[in-house]
């Protein structure tokens, strides 16, 4: 079964410019999630989506932040513009079921370095 | 809101040495528990979890119960290996936060021989 995969694994941009991220989950995962990680921290959720409605977006910066999964399968999360505090790793991770113990698969997360 | 505090790191021990690292949290509902694990260049992957109050989660030698009383999920291992040296976190979802997880801040633990 193959796993979350993302891409870019890398990608360093200066300040107030833009980047993308893409996301494509295990198939048949209907929940998709992305989380933040910055240096020294554990994983801060930004957003949930069931299938490609939002569940939870309450921590995603939507002034510079946003991000769709337009078909219920991948998804991409873009920043604009790109700020110095960006720079983190942003994980993908999916799951079955969202509630519970149901378990989350991460992907191997993008490194974003913001000049 | 719900969070988890896990103990300060880095830790550092010498192969077959014994491991804890503790976890507290704080939550509404009744959260399950997990520990993920994040090996250098890889990806997180869930180690072991809990879903009610003292039932242990185990996998590849590691432990840890869920203690409603004292809000922990500590995670032990009788006999650390070189390769378990990784960035270890705790986190807590279910309950009232709808498959969202929240994490501690990571332990990173090396392993000496």
């Known amino acids: 079964e193959a796993g979350v995969a993302q891409s870019p694994r890398y990608k360093i941009i200066e300040k107030r410019q833009s980047v993308a991220f893409w996301c494509n989950p295990i198939?048949?995962?209907?929940?998709l999630y992305w989380y933040q990680q910055i240096l020294g921290q554990g994983p801060k959720l930004l957003i949930q989506?069931?299938?490609?409605?939002?569940?939870?977006d309450s921590q995603l910066p939507k002034d510079r932040f946003s991000a769709e999964r337009l078909k219920g399968v991948d998804s991409t999360l873009k920043i604009q513009p790109a700020k110095l505090e960006d720079s983190a790793v942003y994980l993908c991770a999916s799951s079955l079921n969202p509630q519970g113990a149901g378990e989350q698969f991460f992907g191997p997360g993008t490194r974003l370095t913001v000049l | 809101g719900n969070s988890v505090t896990q103990m300060e790191g880095p830790v550092t021990l010498s192969e077959e040495a014994f491991l804890t690292i503790n976890c507290t949290y704080t939550a509404t509902g009744y959260p399950s528990l997990f520990w993920y694990v994040q090996y250098p260049g890889e990806g997180l992957q869930l180690l072991l979890k809990a879903t009610k109050a003292d039932d242990k989660g185990s996998n590849k030698g590691f432990e840890a119960t869920y203690r409603k009383e004292t809000t922990s999920f500590h995670l032990e291992k009788g006999s650390v290996q070189v390769s378990d040296s990784a960035v270890y976190f705790c986190?807590?979802?279910?309950?009232?936060?709808?498959?969202?997880?929240?994490f501690g801040q990571g332990t990173i633990l090396t392993v000496h021989p």
């Open positions: 198939s048949g995962h209907a929940t």
């Open positions: 986190a807590l979802g279910g309950g009232t936060s709808y498959g969202k997880l929240t």
């Open positions: 989506f069931q299938n490609n409605g939002v569940v939870d």
